[in-house]
Nanobody, 125 residues
């Protein structure tokens, strides 16, 4: 059974930073892919970054250079480091998982079968 629980969201001023964490429980012995998405009110869910089980990251062009995805050595948590936050980064942030390989595109929402409940990030000017 796959379980994902995000934490670390909050309110921050423009230009600030946050680190989001996702506690990951996933059966071992199969290939898997983990990813971060976000969804702002009235907008579609947007893919931000993905990470293979052999630690290869991929980023959406809109966040490359500002956001960094990582995993702890025990592979029990993934993180999304958010730097240079802007008001338009305000959204609910989700981690997601799928078995087998990461999709070619970061934003393939329908490829992921497992989702956490999300954590809210609010950026004020």
């Amino acid at each position: 059974q796959v379980q994902l629980v995000e934490s670390g969201g909050g309110s921050v001023q423009s230009g600030g930073s946050l680190t989001l964490s996702c506690a990951v429980s996933i059966p071992r012995g199969r290939r898997y892919c983990l990813a971060w998405f976000r969804q702002a009110p009235g907008k579609e869910r947007e893919g931000l970054a993905s990470l293979t089980d052999y630690n290869q990251p991929k980023y959406a062009p809109s966040v490359k250079g500002r956001f960094t995805i990582s995993e702890n050595n025990a592979k029990t948590n993934i993180y999304l480091h958010l730097n240079g936050l802007q008001v338009e980064d305000t959204a609910m942030y989700y981690c997601a998982a799928k078995f087998e390989y990461c999709p070619a595109g970061v934003g393939e929402v329908d490829a992921y079968g497992f989702w956490g409940p999300g954590t809210q990030v609010t950026v004020s000017s």
